[in-house]
């Protein structure tokens, strides 16, 4: 087990009836801003429009800051993107410092960005072995580290334990992982890629999940977490012809992967077609969210099913009233996903996708019209 990082202790997740009078402010504070998030509709007027048009219609709802500073030195796409990267910026200083008030709270977003560390380390490491830039992407801002840190491990030699970057990783929950990858015989990349999944989920998350109560909405949170990450290694796993030894030990036990019958239905499917079939009986089963009816499934799917779920279960725990770490999980939830969906458009445009494959890219709450 990895440690959540610095000096912080398992107790240090608590959260004692003392702090409910807190948790009941941030949440009221978080729940007044679902108001200020794009809506279905709001997307649904998205399909069909230009970049131009858009941008004007994100300036006229909660982006008219970023409109207002960033429309003079961007335009079309880039101008876009420069606009969901300030927003995740801003929305995270906000929660960061709306949880100030406890240091129970506090620790929570630390200890749950790194969720966000981990996939700029994975960009990193790919870095370092192939070469290239670190790509910043929209969601660095959630991170816990800069993102320098990451741009000089992509260039570090070695342990060179004075480098800060070193420092800066060494007081991580990735910090005995990271030594081996910069030590002069390093795991391989597949090796590493799984260890760094295992320091976040079955260290760090699994810290938070002791510390919650069983019938807390955050439980639910944190385990569509794993399911997802499961999922997607099982994919992988699947297309690189791992075995099933393998493939188990790659799999991060929560909920739904502690069930025997379910694990191994997955893991023996012989072809994709099989595979495909299985997890939409999951999806319809409610494991996660809605995939497509017919053809192959693929990450793309999962991750989309994987962040309807995500959302569908935030929204639930942030409505709900009740004094829970979930509204602030919940809240990253709607950071991340409103990027992800701005990101989509963008990316849609880039590649000259019509609009009926646009609008199943989506991740949203109800139905866009």
């Not at 090796?191 to 079955?202: G, K, N, Q, S, W």
């Not at 399911?227 to 099982?234: H, M, P, R, V």
């Not at 004094?323 to 409103?338: D, K, N, Q, R």
Request: glycine share 6%.
């Amino acid at each position: 087990m990895s440690p959540l990082a610095g000096k912080t202790s398992d107790a240090d997740f608590v959260f004692r009836s003392s702090d409910n009078g807190l948790l009941t402010y941030i949440g009221t504070r978080l729940r007044s801003r679902l108001v200020r998030r794009l809506t279905p509709g709001d997307y649904g007027r998205f399909v069909g429009m230009s970049l131009d048009q858009i941008v004007h219609a994100l300036s006229e709802s909660a982006y008219v800051q970023e409109a207002k500073s960033l429309a003079m030195q961007y335009s079309g796409d880039r101008l876009i993107r420069e606009m969901v990267k300030t927003k995740v910026a801003s929305e995270t200083a906000g929660l960061r410092s709306m949880c100030k008030v406890s240091a129970t709270a506090s620790n929570w977003v630390r200890a749950y960005s790194w969720k966000y560390d981990l996939r700029r380390l994975r960009f990193a490491l790919r870095a370092r072995r192939v070469g290239g830039d670190v790509p910043e992407g929209f969601l660095s801002p959630l991170a816990n580290l800069s993102h320098e840190v990451y741009e000089k491990l992509a260039t570090l030699k070695g342990a060179d334990k004075e480098d800060p970057a070193y420092k800066a990783l060494m007081d991580t929950p990735f910090a005995e992982t990271m030594k081996k990858i910069l030590s002069d015989a390093p795991p391989s990349p597949d090796e590493a890629e799984v260890a760094l999944l295992h320091d976040f989920y079955c260290g760090t998350v699994s810290k938070l999940l002791e510390a919650s109560p069983r019938n807390d909405p955050v439980v639910g949170l944190l385990n569509h977490e794993v399911d997802y990450i499961n999922l997607l290694s099982l994919l992988s796993g699947k297309l690189s012809g791992e075995s099933h030894e393998q493939l188990l030990a790659q799999l991060i036990p929560s909920k739904m992967w502690q069930r025997e019958d379910k694990v191994r239905e997955l893991i023996e499917t012989k072809d994709m077609a099989a595979l495909s079939a299985a997890l939409r009986k999951f999806s319809k089963a409610g494991v996660f969210g809605a995939l497509p009816e017919k053809g192959k499934v693929t990450s793309s799917d999962i991750e989309r099913a994987a962040l309807k779920a995500l959302l569908r279960e935030a929204l639930k725990a942030m409505r709900s009233g009740v004094p829970t770490p979930a509204s602030i999980i919940g809240y990253f939830a709607c950071i991340e996903i409103e990027a992800f969906n701005l990101w989509a458009y963008v990316s849609a445009f880039a590649a000259d996708v019509p609009k009926e494959t646009v609008e199943t890219m989506l991740v949203h709450e109800g139905k866009v019209s």
